[in-house]
Every structure is written in C-alpha cells, then in structure tokens.
C-alpha cells in the first residue's frame, strides 16, 4: 500500500513539474518584444520659453476707505452699497462742516459701515470700494523659474470657468518674497489682465507668461540631445540597416560617425535650441521605444531603451534640467543651455 503511494506522489509531482514548464514557455512566446526606431528632422522656425503658475483672478482696485477726521459727527452718508462712484465723488459728510470723505477711485461701494448721525475716528474704516472693470490674476510661479520672469512680459490666461475663451496681460509685478511648501518656494506674479470681460473676482486661472522668444531657431527634442562628460551631442539617423545595427551595438566607427557634438541655447520643456552643430533637415536619433505585449493575464507595456550608446552615462540634455514636475504644460519651464 505504501508502494503505490510513493508512486502516486511522483507521479503528481513529475506532472506538476511538466505543467511549470509548459506554462512558463508558452507565457514566454505569447509575450512579443518590438524596437521602434524613432528619428526626427532638426526644426526650424520660431521658439518660444514661458513659465506657468496657476492663481485666481483678483480687482486691480479693493481697498478699505478711512476717516480722516478724529470724532466728528458724520451728517449725511451720500451713497449704498453696491452704487458705482467715481474718483472723487463724496461719500459721507460731517456736521461741522469739514472736508467730506470722497472716493479714491472708480468703482463700486461694495460695503458701508457707518451710518448717519454716528461719530467716527481717526482711521476708521467707514466702506470700501472695488473696481470691477480692471482685474488681475494673481500667478503662483516655481522659484527655478522666476528669475526669469520680468516686468512687462506678455502672458496669456486660461480661466477653468471659460474653457473656450483665452485672455491676454502682461506682467505688473513681482513678489520680493516667497512662501515656501514642503521645502519648495514659490513666487506671486501679478498680471494684469487686459479685456476681463465676463470675468469674475475669484475665478480659477493658469497663466502661462513667455519669458524668451527667437525666430529662426533651429531646435529638436530634448531627448535628442545627450551628455558625456559635459559635452553635449546628439546622433545622426543611420543610412542603412546594417549601420543602424553598428549604432545599437555602440561600436564601431559608424557610431562615431554619426555623433555629432552641438551646442545648445533656449530649452522648454519638450525642445531645444541648437546654436551650433547641425542644419534645418537633418535626421537625428531618438531614443527607441520598446513596445512589449501580451495575451490573456498578462497585459501589455511600453518602455523607453536606450540602444547604441554603449557604456556612456544617459543622463541626456534633460539631466541637467532639475526633476520638478511642472504646472501648466506646453513650453513652460524653459531653461538655457551651454
């Protein structure tokens, strides 16, 4: 009885073995491996850098309106809540005779807090007033990019609330301090806003201010462009297959061949500049893609390979970039090259 046990053991356990290895080879040829060879033209035309900080939309003009005069009687208060004044207008007068309080600018009264008959002090708050005709977004930018950012720079605006719509401003001021969150600072620009029509004070808004702009710039890839010992390069496309296959080996002299050393000038975050090196047209290497995919439980997957550089360090252009995810997309976070 023992004897046929043993046996039955074995026998589940030969099986068991022989279906590991059935299944593993099977999951092997199911799963299929493809290179894609990627190549771009080296571009030219017109290259623009912008930053991108989001904010809120904001008055040019709220401001608190105060007494001047020290325990006098107000006699008469002119206006209510929510009547447009202009610069000034009185507002409120006193029973002695003094000089009234008046608006210090266009807008509307948006609160009164005294009232007729009342005594009012030295700089007491007495209403305020706000100037709905000329807003500002209040931009929230990444300290790595703000010394970039000056005066007078033009910027556009994407308000959530009107996703169709894009305003125009330019960039007013600039905050001498920053606040700090989980160890990264970030800086208030102020942009004032130049046709606000239909928009409201506390909108949500991402402002995307260009900083540097040159027309006739050749530019490629940022992953185009690699770094060897702070030399900068990028390789041209192979002529041929069999040169192609040299280039991924990382041997032989089509590799050297095809490296051509660049300098470059103004990044954002998906070009840069190249000053020196390469002409409009030319075809140079991209990292490859390599597209992985199976059948039934094991899905499918994409990865990046890095092919035909060899034991060189594949840091690439991006490497020196810093490694903080941006706000906003498109070409903000731009930086200068060497």
Do not use: C
Not at 138 to 145: G, K, N, P, V
Not at 186 to 197: A, L, R
Not at 276 to 298: C, D, I, Y
Not at 323 to 332: A, E, L, Q, V
């Amino acid at each position: 009885m023992k004897k046929w046990i043993f046996i039955i053991v074995v026998i589940l356990i030969i099986g068991y073995g022989g279906y590991k290895y059935y299944a593993s080879k099977s999951s092997n040829n199911q799963q299929q491996t493809m290179i894609q060879n990627r190549t771009t033209n080296v571009q030219k035309g017109k290259f623009e850098v912008k930053v991108s900080g989001t904010g809120t939309i904001q008055p040019v003009t709220s401001e608190d309106i105060k007494s001047a005069i020290n325990n006098n009687e107000i006699d008469e208060v002119l206006v209510s809540a929510g009547e447009s004044v202009k610069s000034g207008e009185e507002l409120i007068t006193f029973t002695d005779g003094s000089d009234p309080i008046t608006a210090p600018a266009d807008g509307v009264i948006t609160t009164i807090a005294v009232s007729n008959g009342e005594r009012v002090q030295s700089g007491q708050v007495v209403a305020h007033l706000t100037n709905y005709n000329f807003l500002k977004t209040i931009a929230s930018i990444d300290e790595l990019d703000i010394p970039k950012v000056q005066a007078g720079q033009p910027a556009t605006i994407k308000v959530n609330a009107l996703p169709d719509q894009t305003f125009t401003g330019k960039v007013t001021a600039i905050a001498n301090e920053g606040t700090s969150t989980n160890g990264v600072s970030s800086f208030d620009v102020t942009v004032s806003i130049d046709n606000p029509k239909n928009l409201k004070v506390g909108m949500s808004t991402e402002t995307s201010i260009l900083t540097a702009s040159k027309n006739d710039a050749l530019y490629v890839p940022l992953d185009a462009v690699h770094t060897v010992n702070g030399q900068k390069f990028v390789m041209l496309a192979a002529e041929n297959p069999d040169q192609t296959q040299s280039n991924n080996q990382g041997t032989g002299q089509n590799f050297s061949r095809n490296r051509v050393m660049v300098k470059t000038g103004l990044a954002n975050e998906d070009y840069v500049e190249i000053t020196q090196g390469l002409t409009e047209g030319q075809t140079v290497r991209l990292p490859n893609l390599a597209s992985s995919s199976t059948s039934g439980q094991f899905g499918s997957g994409r990865g990046m390979m890095f092919g035909g550089m060899g034991g060189m360090n594949r840091s690439g252009f991006g490497g020196g970039m810093g490694n903080r995810n941006r706000s906003g997309g498109g070409n903000s976070g731009g930086r200068s090259g060497n």
